[in-house]
């Protein structure tokens, strides 16, 4: 797109109708955004003759097939490179909304004759790297995995932005849940260390306290921590602290 912006800041008039078909013919170009804002197409479009190439940008732009075929008196006549364009950008658009498209509703939407030519389009819609997606023929569905975005109407970007706080709102939400869980996880773990703890040091001082009563020739007096019980929760512990 880049040469074409370069090449109107020099060129007639009536040259720039010829620019815009050339990008629109040009198989690695498939935003016109661009072209559609510079000042020198924005002056063309405001005379009644080239209209008409306005309106054109504007289909490319944003519009798809279905688009063309309700304005068609009103467009220059689509040559056959640029109506395959408006097929895949047409495409695009249609993968956008949905993941799952159906051959059926493609075909209807693309105007193909076959199940073969639109899977066609499909196919070389991926090799433009314009479409992420797999071909089920088997059920006859399109599952997308991924499109380029298409140019974008000024009085569409507050819904735009209004999505995207939303979004923005919604991970935040999530951020803070996530760090909840982690902090009541860590108190969890943290009480679980203390007892471990606790109970270690009850256990040595009691051990501690055998030892000086041994060594004294006090006799060992029974308690709970001569259980079997208490002998089997003292190896276990020591054998979480290793």
Known sequence: MDAYIILLT???????????????????????????????????VEIEQFAQYGRLLELFSFG??????????????LSPQQ???????????????????????????LDCSSEQ?????VIESIYKNILMAKLDQ????VEVDFTVGRDVRKQDLPDIF??????????????????????TVNAEAAAKLDDSRNFTNTLQELRSNHVMAAAEGLP???SQYESSEYQRE?????????
């Open 10 to 44: 020099t060129a007639s008039q009536a040259s720039i109708p010829e620019i815009i078909v050339r990008a629109l013919e040009d198989e690695s170009v498939y935003h016109f955004g661009r072209l559609l804002n510079s000042p020198q197409v924005a002056e063309l």
């Open 64 to 77: 798809v097939l279905n688009d063309y075929k309700t304005a068609a008196a009103q467009l220059p006549q």
């Open 83 to 109: 109506l395959n364009k408006l097929k895949h950008l047409t495409l695009v658009t249609l993968a956008s909304n949905e993941k799952v498209l159906h051959y059926d509703r493609l075909i209807a939407e």
């Open 117 to 121: 030519e639109m899977e066609d389009l």
């Open 138 to 141: 088997k059920r006859r569905l």
């Open 162 to 183: 209004a999505k995207l706080e939303a979004w923005s709102n919604t991970c935040e939400e999530a951020l803070e849940k996530i760090s909840a869980d982690i902090e």
């Open 220 to 222: 060992r007096s029974d």
């Open 234 to 242: 003292a190896q276990r512990v020591g054998a979480d602290a290793s």
